[in-house]
């Protein structure tokens, strides 16, 4: 009840329904989690024995598996009838992702994990935006719309900070460990919530 009466304060002139709260305060934990650490990305894959090619190669395959994927996925994620439960997969993915750069031993393991990533991305992040969509209104859509991104911009912005000062205080590992720690309880969360609900 404290987070609604929280968002009816800072977003006075539109309500928002359960729904969209429970799907905003997820996602934006999930990209705080991300924005820990991808201003610093290439630092790392430099720690590991990577150079600055090497950190533009690995995201590269990210992004790309992740927008293929995502094509392909499509039509199948439309037939899926719980779509939340793609986002729910697609939070547990990327746990494992987090976990797999806390314990990186090697630029082929980070190939493999960037990999990974992608089909986290794919089925996530569609998943979100069917399952967010559904929930807003023809009246307010671009509000809702434009209030999650605000959002999703300061968290960004606010992970940055915070990322900078714990990566430098107790290293890449324990943040690592963390933000897969985040991830597993988020995908728990909305795997285990009423169907009902979203």
Not at 54 to 63: D, E, H, R
Not at 107 to 133: E, H
Not at 164 to 173: A, M, N
Request: proline residues 3%.
């Amino acid at each position: 009840m404290a987070l609604k009466q929280i968002f009816e304060y800072v977003f006075p002139q539109k309500r928002f329904n359960r729904a969209l709260i429970i799907l905003i305060t997820s996602n934006t934990a999930m990209v705080f989690v991300i924005g820990l650490l991808t201003p610093f990305y290439a630092v790392f894959v430099q720690k590991i024995g990577g150079n600055i090619a090497s950190a533009g190669f690995s995201w590269a395959v990210f992004s790309i598996v992740a927008g293929v994927l995502t094509l392909l996925f499509a039509k199948w994620q439309l037939k899926v009838k719980e779509q939340e439960l793609l986002l729910a997969l697609g939070y547990l993915i990327r746990g494992l992702v987090f976990l797999s750069y806390a314990f990186m031993g090697s630029i082929a393991q980070l190939i493999f994990t960037q990999v990974l990533w992608g089909v986290g991305a794919a089925l996530g992040t569609p998943a979100f935006d069917a399952v967010y969509s559904a929930h807003t209104n023809k009246e307010d859509s671009i509000v809702q719309w434009g209030q999650w991104e605000g959002i999703a911009a300061i968290a960004t912005g606010l992970a940055a900070i915070v990322g900078g000062i714990l990566i430098q205080e107790v290293g890449y590992p324990v943040v690592f460990i963390g933000m897969a720690v985040i991830c597993f309880l988020l995908g728990i969360y909305i795997w285990k919530l009423p169907r009902e609900v979203l």
